[in-house]
């Protein structure tokens, strides 16, 4: 029987369960959905279709190389997608659809109705768990409910895996020359800015180059991660984000490196290793938040008795944050490393996030927003996961009157200046630390940090007493 395998965030060929699943079962054709108008509705950056294009450039490679084709078709937005993959298995003769489920909202939509068309034509349909650990539903609290606290999920977590890791499946067997040639794939999208050559060469694509990336991380960083990830000037992060985004490498995978590396240990053992694992158990615990609290997939806070936070309407003050241009060196040094490179370093994102809204007091979601406009990683779960970490409006969130202070933070992990004097240019002579207090030659400051606080102070404890006062008694 003739297999169809959908590809979407999954542009691998190693440890893809509906791919090994489909070859299984008799010849596979591959196809992969263009999508632009869903893209951009679901403000896609330019950077990351850039890197999801030439992922797939070499995924075809990998097929072909196995002897399947892989071929391209449009469905403009995913309302079309059932449609346009019935119309091609019909006219190929194909009598299976295989593919890894995905959690948003409107993914998962997608899913159920072209698992549906396809049940109704009489064909089959068969659906896997790859993006996350656990499926989720089957990591739950003994009260049946998804867990909203990250400590007491991940102590579930590693509880089972100690039981054992899921094993990463290896790439399928070659099969015959396939008799449906593979199909031409696009360079650019239109709607989707070109990206420049030096951009591409920060991230190089295709599994081979991600798995280097990723044994070079446990070689070379794993130990020190614990302390190395916090400081931005210094590559101590994996950045494998982007790949695991895309699916070019899977949190099977990832896990394996890490534990093989820490002597088979999940936790004890090297500490730079357990912190790293938990950073991918973070990953899971968003992804589970996606699917039990699906409202936080529709724009609203997963704390709902915040949906009335005060927000500021501040375009001046939005636009200044989003230029890197508030007068916060450290600020706006992350923030241009954004706009220069699609990537942001994981604690500046912290940093910047609670500046938009605490000091600036704007809309978290329009922070979002905008890193999803921008990043290469850009992942629905984990941006609007640390986004409601930051605002003080999600599940296991910092407390609304913990907020970072830009200058001491920055003092701390950006202690020589360097970070800031490779993204702001026009402070590159200032020595030292002296980069962080430029004073009159740089630009005027927003906000004061001490007044914005207690501004945001008053703002979060007015709404938290108005919710008491609507309590029962």
Known sequence: MSQLVWFRTDLRIHDHPALHAAAEHGPVTAVFLLSPAQWQEHDEAAVKVDFWLRNLAELGKALQALGIPLLIRTAERWAQAPQVLLELAQELSLDQLHFNDEYGLNEAARDEATAQAFAEAGLKVHRYLDQTLFAPGTVLTKSGGYFKVFGQFKKTCLSRLELGLPTPLPAPRKQKSPSTPADTLPDTIDGFAAISAELQKRWPAGETAARERLQAFIRDDLDDYHQARDIPSEPGTSQLSAYLNAGVLSPRQCLHAAVEANQG???????????????????EFYRHVLVGYPWVSRNQPFNRELAALPWRDDSAGLEAWQQGR??????DAAMRQLLQTGWMHNRMRMLTAMFLCKNL?????????WFMRHLIDGDLASNNGGWQWSASTGTDSVPYFRVFNPHTQALKIDARGDYVRTWVPELADLKGKAVHTPGARYLTPLVDLGESRQRALAAYRGLAKRADTKKPD
């Open 361 to 369: 007091l704007i809309d978290w979601r329009e922070g979002e927003r």
């Open 326 to 331: 508030t007068g916060i060196p450290i600020i």
């Open 265 to 283: 240990q999940l936790s004890g053992g090297s500490q730079g290793a357990t912190t790293w694992i938990t950073e991918l158990l973070w990953r």
